[in-house]
């Protein structure tokens, strides 16, 4: 057991020294779910095999001490020092490295999968495409059952959940490389014509209402933007527009349903497909987004964000965000 557990452990390290060293793509949630397994099967043989086996040894151990007492005590000795006994019992006893590192570890790694899977999942922002509602470095929490609750790794929907809405602030596993997470805002419903002309966002011949505010000085660029703020839906948040840039759409993918979509100087047309979602960054001219690489399937659909929970370089940023 212990070279067939050294042979495990070596996979999972390798595993991950690949992914981050690039050489693969990884699956986390692939990764945690073989971790439970593995060390859930050793937490069962730990629990049911090895533990009695090595308590019924210290039991021998015990009977042999007793005998040996009593055999001295038919001779008249009865000052009998246990010191050896207790140090051997508590040797028996001692669970292996290969436990340790297995079984030992089985519960920290069930909670933190099921929390994960089912509850609450971290995600910290990489990039400025959410600016000015989320920073690079924040970290978020997205919650996993708001719009129903999935298997993890299969992602099959056990319930329902919530609908999604237009303004939801979602994680999602990007459609040309589904291993990546993507953090956008939803836009567009199934069915809706969502049109960006001009850097102005139209739903089904609707104009979304916006109002100009301060303009927003970028840290990373040391440069103003012009701000506004956007009620799509019933959710009032804030987008940034830099008017340096033009409104067309350069380098749009090939990609499922683009047929959907009518591409011009100004922007695109899309109509969204039933299943699918039209998305895109705050940051509206710094956001590779649904203008780009097409629609989002319910399925990708990892969960709502909505809390910053840290951010190190600036503790002001934890809370609530539209």
Request: proline share 5%.
């Amino acid at each position: 057991m212990p070279f067939l557990t050294a042979i495990i452990l070596a996979g999972f390290v390798g595993y991950g020294g690949a992914w981050y060293l690039g050489a693969m793509e990884g699956n986390f949630a692939l990764l945690l779910f073989m971790a439970t397994l593995v060390t859930g099967l050793y937490w069962l043989a730990e629990r049911f095999i090895f533990l009695p086996r090595r308590r019924a040894a210290a039991q021998a151990l015990q009977v042999q001490s007793d005998q040996r007492r009593a055999g001295l005590a038919a001779q008249g000795i009865t000052q009998v020092d246990d010191g050896e006994l207790s140090t051997a019992r508590e040797r028996v006893l001692a669970q292996p490295w290969w436990l340790d590192w297995t079984a030992g570890l089985f519960p920290v790694i069930l909670v933190v999968f099921l929390l994960r899977s089912f509850v609450f999942e971290p995600f910290k922002i990489p990039s400025g495409s959410m600016i000015p509602t989320l920073l690079v470095g924040d970290l978020i929490l997205v919650n996993k059952f708001t719009y129903g609750l999935k298997l993890p790794v299969i992602n099959t929907r056990l319930t329902e959940g919530d609908a999604v809405q237009r303004g939801d602030v979602v994680v999602f596993r990007y459609p040309p490389q589904p291993s990546v997470d993507y953090i956008k805002r939803v836009v567009g419903l199934p069915g809706d014509e969502v049109a960006y002309l001009g850097k102005r966002l139209t739903i089904n011949g609707q104009p979304v209402q916006t109002t100009a505010v301060s303009d927003f000085f970028d840290e990373s660029t040391m440069e103003y933007f012009k701000q506004f703020d956007e009620l799509l839906g019933v959710k009032n948040h804030r987008i940034m527009i830099d008017e340096r840039r033009p409104g067309f759409v350069a380098g749009a993918f090939d990609f499922k349903y683009k047929d959907n979509c009518r591409y011009n100087v100004e922007g695109v047309v899309c109509k969204v497909p039933e299943g699918h979602y039209f998305v895109m960054g705050d940051n509206r001219d710094n956001s590779l987004d649904s203008r780009f690489w097409g629609f989002v399937p319910d399925r990708n659909l990892v969960g709502k964000a909505f809390f910053v929970w840290m951010n190190f370089g600036d503790l002001k940023r934890i809370g609530s965000f539209n």
